[in-house]
């Protein structure tokens, strides 16, 4: 069964260093999506993006945040100068029509910031 | 704006023992709802959508829920569950042609032998 895949599964970086985070869509699938959960938090949406451009993004997705669809089958996530409040689970997901419940969900990278 | 809502944090049941874990949701139209399930290490697992029709909807693993407007509510039930399904749980709202989901802050079920 395809599924999606994320690298790495944990970053550990310094504060003010730049991460990027990698993920592997499904395939076949069009939409591309960032969601984050914060430890003990809610899973929250970051931003979609189709056809190389960001179709939504939320509050959170602040310029720090930019994403990026380098060859046909990379995505991915990068924050500019990380901050401790951005230790989180991120979760990549992939959608083939963009409706709401077609999104797979990768296993997630944990970003330890300190 | 969408929410959702889950009111317990931790349920404990007996292994075979029936299950039932609650949502709420705050949506103007007609949402779209789902159930994740999310075991340690995992990423998250669709269980089962509604989109319209049918209010009980059947899902993997044995689970469905209930759609239930007037009460806004979609609740997850199993008849048993099993030890394996001890896991964290995540109710979540979408618009039709929307971009992202809303999630819950997450049940977590223990399961006791």
Request: aromatic content about 0%; hydrophobic content about 10%.
């Given at each position: 069964e395809p599924e999606v895949t994320q690298t790495p599964s944990h970053q550990v970086t310094q504060m003010g260093q730049e991460v990027i985070l990698r993920c592997v869509p499904i395939?076949?699938?069009?939409y591309f999506y960032w969601y984050r959960q914060i430890l003990g938090q809610k899973v929250e949406f970051l931003v979609s993006f189709y056809n190389n451009e960001i179709s939504e993004k939320s509050e959170i997705f602040d310029d720090q945040f930019s994403v990026e669809?380098?060859?046909?089958?990379n995505f991915t996530l990068k924050i500019r100068s990380t901050k401790l409040e951005d230790s989180a689970m991120y979760f990549c997901a992939s959608s083939e029509l963009g409706l709401a419940g077609s999104q797979f969900f990768g296993p997630g990278t944990r970003l330890t910031v300190l | 704006a969408q929410s959702v809502t889950q009111p317990d944090i931790h349920i404990t049941v007996s292994e075979g023992a029936s299950l039932e874990l609650r949502c709420n949701y705050s949506y103007g139209a007609t949402p779209y709802l789902f159930w994740y399930v999310q075991s340690p290490g995992q990423g998250l697992q669709l269980l089962l959508k509604y989109f319209s029709g049918d209010t009980l909807v059947q899902g993997i693993k044995g689970f469905e829920a209930e759609f239930k407007r007037s009460q806004s509510s979609f609740n997850l039930r199993k008849p048993s569950v099993h030890w394996s399904d001890a896991a964290e749980y995540f109710c979540a709202v979408g618009e039709e042609y929307g971009n992202k989901l809303v999630f819950g802050a997450g049940t977590i079920l223990r399961v006791k032998s």
């Open positions: 395939s076949n699938h069009l669809r380098p060859d046909g089958s | -």
